[in-house]
């Protein structure tokens, strides 16, 4: 019987961070779920093409290059890049109207110098503890967030509809 509960405590823990998460950006979308599983979601709900930015404060990811690389991805395209958190919020300012930016592996640090410069739209906030936080910018994040919605990727104390 417990083990086919265990699931709840991680969800229980994961819903404080997601949470915390939510008090700094004001108002996100949240779900509980792993960006390396879901990615695939986050591309068929519209996020096409996708740039994305995974915080790299040691500067191993890849090379340090100007130009993202290009990855297609079940029909998808991916614009892949690394950096520091400089590289986070241009990537955010300077995205064009149309465009969909997924920044990965954030610490709640970061959270608090992203959220001034998200724009009017709410994001899409993700965390599981082994990645940490993740955000998806731009206009694919409502449909984005209703394919990742599950009971299991609802965090605790959130509706659906606004988690």
Known sequence: MIPRHAWRLRWLRESVSAHAGRRILKDALCVLDDIRW?????????????????????????????????????????????????????????????????????HVRDLRALAPHLSTTRPLLGFRREVGYWLLVGPSVGRVAARLRSRRSTPAGMARDSA
């Open 38 to 106: 879901c990615i695939d979601d986050v591309l068929a709900g519209g996020a096409d093409p996708l740039l994305v930015v995974n915080l790299d404060r040691e500067r191993t990811f890849v090379e340090d290059s100007p130009n993202p690389l290009v990855l297609k991805r079940l029909g998808h395209e991916m614009h892949l890049t690394s950096g520091g958190l400089e590289r986070a919020i241009a990537a955010i300012r300077t995205a064009h109207a149309g465009a969909n930016v997924l920044v990965s592996d954030l």
